[in-house]
């Protein structure tokens, strides 16, 4: 872009007319988007299914919905609990809450088994074998989506309240032995559970991240007036995109859940608050040097819209990536955020252009930048001494000299950190159980791990094996049996369409939501086709199908591995490509990819570290590598550009090794700033509590920080001195800086 063409642009919304016609232009924008158009928050869906219909598990879902349909409700598992032994009069308060759901259902209730019409004896029999649980299943409507669930879920809380008086099972401690405890688990306490925690968590988060922004602002800057520029930005782009991402679920083009806008309000106010802050720090800069605030914005405007355009470009093409996901959720994220990168990249190149330009050097109060000539003009005014001309190197400006003396030594120190984090990925353990993202005491996981602790948690989600049988008779029940992981298989059923068509019900020896669980699937699979093949069945492997919850984890772990093949290499070769673009530089992109890149696997490791050994996690969910690498590249990209691209602007007309010290010097403080703000938002997460959020923002907050104080400040300008000229190879753009410092030592 050449100077004709920005000036043009910044007179098109930091002008004298063109900043007021800009504001106007986003105030009518968002008015009427969010006038017209439903909101996000309106059209979100947290019951999409996140694999395709091609999934091994999605087809036997299909085989047992078209051959084993029932008329079956959706399970809530009433389960009761007390450490010192059920009593009978805990047993009779059940039948009563029995009689009552029989008589009188809750709401979206389908059925309920009808204790009340069993024997106390017989009752007993179903207790676990310690005599301390009993499972009261209560089957909801299949429709019923997760507010109607919970309307039903409520009532049935009260009524176990006035059955039970004022023991109040549901608030009781398990760890109280002389208390009655209640826990609704199963399909129906699992949706309502997950529901009631992003639900609750999008305002919370939202409350938490502005303030966070704004604190942040507050101490950095210090002025009140500057730190609401960049939340008025954010503010608008927000009131853009949910309307926007609104309209285009109504037209069926994209869908998303409450976990896409949770993170997509991070990323924009982190994000979005990092390129606004680009823009500032240069206009405060040029402020000191000109006295016309539309002259000042005009070069900040053309010192930093590139840094920031290309920025933006970075992480929107890389976040676009995700559609080429298989997995659900990876594919959802797409739209969502590159739409609030794009809107915000454009709020940061006219809108808050357009508010500076208004506000102008007020912007900054208390501190206002000013030029010499204008300190002495106010100094005489006053009838004060002129202001002594500051000489004194700061902070940045030594980090500049320190990084040119001491290049070799940073980098070895530098990436020795870096390594040393990233061997500790190498121990990282993965899950891909849906309960443990619950907290340790949310009533679904403390009902489920009653379950297991007390009878088998292979009841709770058994494994549907499906077998064609065409017609004869075959071993597969006893062969599945004798598997050691295997509790009980069922008699088979035979389908109602094909009656060659056989379900075996398997009740694993171990938690169905375990990686053992999943491991032992194409064992399951492995022992049902030899059964075929045994009975001289053509086609054995054809013919089994393995459904259930265990066999949906299966294929998300393979799903999201495959994803993560193809995800990755392609948002490095896509980064790579606009880096040589915009750099015009081999030997430059292959150390910005290869930096950022370690820093990742450092993040990882390090997150590894903070999550196993401070927050006590056994394992961290298997998607989290795939989510922190897409945010940890793209975003610490982001700040090479920046310090990079002013490196390279400079060493046109200076030495190289000049360019690099005050290149370092000027980005220096504007990046750390952005760094913070932008680690702190992503560490909210780690505040809310859903533990995959948590370990999310954990990872991500820890790679942005290493970013922010280890490569870009040492490691990246460090390998820039050491390649010296050849940093620009094959592009010559540092030769006029040479040429000139050549020319002046000649004469």
């Not at 039903?152 to 398990?174: C, K, M, S, W």
């Not at 400079?650 to 932008?678: D, N």
Request: charged share 15%; with cysteine; proline share 4%.
């Amino acid at each position: 872009m050449n100077m004709t063409a920005l000036e043009r642009i910044t007179a098109a919304v930091g002008g004298r007319r063109g900043r007021w016609l800009t504001l106007a232009l986003w105030l009518i924008s968002v008015a009427t988007l969010s006038t017209l158009l439903p909101g996000a928050n309106e059209r979100k869906d947290d019951t999409l299914s996140n694999l395709g219909a091609d999934q091994p598990s999605m087809q036997a879902a299909r085989l047992i919905q078209q051959q084993f349909s029932t008329d079956d409700g959706v399970p809530a598992l009433l389960t009761w609990f007390r450490a010192d032994g059920l009593t009978d009069a805990d047993l009779q308060g059940i039948q009563a809450l029995s009689k009552q759901l029989g008589a009188n259902p809750v709401p979206h209730q389908q059925s309920a088994v009808p204790l009340d019409r069993m024997p106390l004896d017989a009752m007993k029999k179903q207790v676990s074998a310690d005599g301390t649980t009993f499972v009261q299943p209560v089957l909801f409507e299949k429709k019923a989506d997760s507010d109607g669930l919970k309307e039903g879920l409520n009532e049935l809380e009260q009524r176990v309240d006035r059955i039970f008086g004022d023991q109040h099972p549901f608030e009781t401690a398990l760890t109280d032995s002389t208390a009655l405890a209640a826990r609704v688990t199963g399909p129906v306490g699992i949706a309502v559970d997950a529901s009631g925690l992003f639900g609750n968590a999008d305002v919370s988060l939202l409350i938490a991240t502005v303030a966070l922004v704004l604190v942040f602002l507050l101490l950095i800057y210090r002025s009140p007036v500057l730190a609401l520029i960049p939340l008025v930005a954010v503010g608008f782009a927000y009131g853009a995109i949910t309307p926007l991402l609104g309209w285009m679920a109504d037209m069926g083009w994209i869908s998303f859940d409450s976990q896409a806008l949770s993170i997509m309000t991070v990323l924009l106010f982190g994000a979005g608050t990092d390129y606004c802050l680009f823009l500032i720090a240069r206009f405060r800069k040029e402020l000191n040097e000109e006295a016309g605030i539309f002259g000042a914005l005009k070069l900040a405007f053309g010192g930093s819209a590139g840094a920031i355009a290309m920025s933006g470009l970075t992480v929107v093409f890389s976040l676009l990536v995700l559609l080429f996901g298989e997995y659900g959720t990876v594919r959802r994220f797409a739209v969502p955020f590159s739409l609030a990168i794009l809107i915000m990249m454009i709020a940061s190149l006219t809108l808050v252009p357009a508010l500076l330009a208004i506000i102008g050097r007020a912007s900054f109060y208390p501190f206002v930048p000013r030029t010499r000539e204008m300190e002495i003009s106010r100094a005489t005014a006053k009838g004060k001494p002129l202001p002594a001309p500051r000489v004194r190197a700061t902070a940045s400006d030594r980090l500049g000299d320190f990084v040119l003396k001491k290049p070799k030594r940073i980098t070895i120190l530098a990436t020795l950190i870096l390594v040393i984090g990233a061997i500790f990925a190498t121990q990282i353990k993965y899950t891909f159980d849906t309960l443990s993202s619950f907290p340790a005491d949310m009533g679904s996981r403390e009902g489920f791990a009653l379950i297991g602790d007390h009878f088998n948690a292979g009841e709770l989600a058994p494994v549907q094996v499906l077998v064609q049988s065409e017609g004869r008779s075959i071993g597969v029940k006893e062969a599945l049996t004798a598997l050691p992981y295997v509790k009980n298989v069922a008699d088979a059923r035979q389908g109602s369409q094909d009656s060659g068509i056989l379900s075996y019900e398997v009740e694993l020896a171990v938690n169905p939501y375990s990686n053992e669980a999943i491991d032992r699937l194409p064992g399951l699979r492995a022992a049902a086709e030899q059964a075929l093949e045994e009975s001289e069945i053509d086609g054995a492997a054809g013919k089994v199908w393995i459904g259930g919850q265990t066999a949906e984890q299966y294929d998300t772990r393979q799903t999201t591995s495959d994803d993560a093949k193809l995800i990755i290499p392609f948002i490095l070769i896509l980064i790579a490509l606009l880096l040589l673009v915009y750099l015009r530089s081999i030997v430059a992109m292959l150390f910005l990819i290869a930096t950022v890149v370690l820093s990742y696997c450092s993040a990882l490791g390090l997150g590894w570290i903070v999550l196993h050994y401070f927050f006590g996690a056994d394992a961290i969910q298997g998607l989290i590598p795939l989510y922190s690498f897409v945010f940890i590249v793209a975003l610490g990209e982001d700040y090479n550009i920046f310090m990079v691209s002013s490196i390279w602007t400079k060493s046109r007309v200076m030495p190289l090794r000049q360019a690099i010290k005050e290149g370092v010097s000027q980005t220096s403080s504007v990046i750390t700033s952005a760094g913070l703000i932008l680690a702190g938002t992503f560490a909210v997460l780690a505040t809310l509590p859903i533990q995959v959020l948590v370990q999310f923002g954990t990872i991500t907050a820890l790679g942005v920080l290493l970013d922010t104080f280890i490569v870009r400040p040492f490691l990246v300008p460090a390998l820039i001195v050491l390649c010296g000229r050849y940093s620009f190879w094959p592009a010559q753009a540092t030769d006029v800086g040479q040429e000139r410092a050549q020319s002046a030592n000649r004469e």
